[in-house]
């Protein structure tokens, strides 16, 4: 077998030099992980906590919205029947009105608040969500309130006696 000359070889250890070259820096790195990365997942995840538990909490809202509403039209709808008798005026009776609305939202097993007048019942109920992802990155709770009121009307619009 005939031997080629030795320049032909050169070129070749050239390219073997630089792949263990290459290897053994990739070795040295094997395992780490950069800040980069670091602050790039946590900022992904905090987005997407944010996105997640904020669609959640406003879930949360709504809820809280149609129980407020349930629990003020439950609540005007105590009239104060002596005065709707003699005058024709539909009143509401304040103290009932809110003893109503209160009962309403203790049996629907909610934390909220009852004020009542002669015309106008107003709830608001307050409720915690806890978060999901946010809980990742420091944030365990979010709190959403929701406030209705409900009027006591005379007829099928407010303009009829």
């Given at each position: 077998?005939?031997?080629?000359p030795?320049?032909?070889?050169?070129?070749?250890?050239?390219?073997?030099?630089?792949?263990?070259?290459?290897?053994?820096?990739?070795?040295?790195d094997?395992g780490q992980?950069?800040?980069?990365?670091?602050?790039?997942?946590?900022?992904?995840?905090?987005?997407?906590g944010?996105?997640?538990?904020?669609?959640?909490?406003?879930?949360?809202?709504?809820?809280?919205?149609?129980?407020?509403?349930?629990?003020?039209?439950?609540?005007?709808?105590?009239?104060?029947?002596?005065t709707?008798?003699?005058?024709?005026v539909?009143?509401?009776?304040?103290?009932?009105?809110?003893?109503?609305?209160?009962?309403?939202?203790?049996?629907?097993?909610?934390?909220?608040?009852?004020?009542?007048?002669?015309?106008?019942?107003?709830?608001?109920?307050?409720?915690?969500?806890r978060?999901?992802?946010?809980?990742?990155?420091?944030?365990?709770?979010?709190?959403?309130?929701?406030?209705?009121?409900?009027?006591?009307?005379?007829?099928?619009?407010a303009?009829?006696?």
């Amino acid at each position: 077998m005939k031997r080629l000359p030795r320049f032909c070889y050169r070129p070749t250890l050239g390219v073997r030099a630089r792949i263990r070259r290459r290897r053994r820096r990739a070795r040295r790195d094997r395992g780490q992980v950069t800040p980069f990365v670091v602050i790039l997942t946590t900022a992904l995840i905090a987005f997407a906590g944010l996105v997640f538990d904020a669609g959640m909490a406003l879930s949360a809202k709504t809820q809280a919205l149609d129980a407020a509403q349930a629990a003020a039209r439950a609540g005007a709808q105590e009239l104060d029947l002596l005065t709707y008798r003699t005058t024709g005026v539909a009143r509401l009776d304040p103290a009932r009105a809110r003893a109503t609305a209160q009962r309403w939202l203790t049996t629907a097993g909610l934390r909220g608040e009852a004020t009542a007048t002669t015309g106008v019942v107003t709830v608001t109920v307050r409720r915690g969500h806890r978060t999901q992802l946010l809980r990742l990155v420091g944030v365990s709770r979010l709190d959403v309130s929701a406030t209705a009121t409900a009027t006591a009307r005379q007829g099928p619009s407010a303009g009829q006696p």
